[in-house]
């Protein structure tokens, strides 16, 4: 998937970019028909709530899954990274999928994701980005993610190290500094169906609420970044900060669609009953 001049301004400035509609109902489909089961299992990759027993991040899910493994190399999430941070060698810094559980999704606080890559992992600069593709449909009801446009023109701002406020220390930015950027560039929150793409800048800051709806709201976020921006520090977690820094091998556009047309194949053959002799 290339992106067109006019994407990569809009980028540029915003500090992000909000595609609706990238894949297509069968393939959102195959991917959240996976969901539930990964987040029933009871493994160190799959973190709860504090206080609770919902979901709150599935971490490294490609590794473990066959049908996100596809994903985390699909050309239509990693080929725009590519052109927006200037490479064509990135790797998978951080592969996670966000729950918003109906009525317990908790708040994340307001924060730059390449705070707590710097902070943590010792990642040299902001050449990193996200990808997110909307599993579920975002709304305004369901803790949609708030952005502030053209915040990541600030550059890393200073950061206190919260490891209370929710299950996943962040670095966050304090009430007086989001007052203020939000008065020079206001707040969006991106809404729409799943197979809706965002993209936006390590730099930008970025938050969402708490989920009162009867509504789960669940996000795939690829964190990518490039290969010779590799992070020094390794005291996070591998599935939570990879160490492995070998460049995304992308696979064919219609990768989904292959798995789906196999899998019912094989689920035929398996219903079919074989002819006997007698016959």
Not at 34 to 53: C, H, I, N, T, Y
């Amino acid at each position: 998937m290339k992106l067109t001049p006019a994407h990569r301004a809009e980028f540029d400035e915003q500090g992000y970019l909000f595609l609706p509609n990238v894949f297509t109902q069968p393939e959102m489909d195959l991917l959240n028909a996976e969901v539930p089961g990964l987040f029933a299992q009871q493994r160190p990759e799959v973190w709860r709530e504090k206080g609770s027993d919902s979901p709150c991040t599935a971490f490294y899910v490609q590794t473990w899954n066959e049908v996100y493994a596809l994903l985390a190399r699909h050309p239509r999430l990693v080929e725009p990274g590519m052109q927006l941070l200037g490479s064509d060698k990135l790797y998978m810094h951080q592969f996670k999928i966000n729950a918003k559980a109906a009525f317990d999704g908790a708040v994340w606080q307001w924060h730059q994701d390449y705070a707590t890559w710097y902070e943590d992992d010792d990642m040299p600069e902001p050449r990193a980005m996200n990808i997110a593709l909307f599993l579920a449909e975002a709304n305004e009801f369901n803790g949609p993610l708030m952005l502030i446009p053209k915040s990541q023109r600030r550059g890393r701002l200073a950061a206190a190290h919260d490891v209370t406020t929710t299950s996943y220390p962040l670095w966050t930015i304090d009430n007086d500094t989001i007052t203020r950027l939000a008065g020079e560039g206001g707040i969006v929150a991106p809404k729409g169906p799943p197979g809706s793409m965002l993209l936006f800048h390590g730099n930008l800051v970025h938050a969402s609420g708490s989920n009162l709806t009867p509504w789960s709201r669940w996000i795939v976020y690829l964190s990518l970044n490039r290969c010779d921006n590799a992070i020094r520090r390794f005291k996070r977690p591998g599935w939570i900060a990879n160490r492995d820094f070998t460049p995304i091998e992308l696979l064919p556009d219609d990768c989904l669609a292959a798995y789906a047309r196999k899998k019912l194949s094989a689920a035929s053959r398996q219903r079919s009953v074989p002819l006997t002799a007698e016959s």
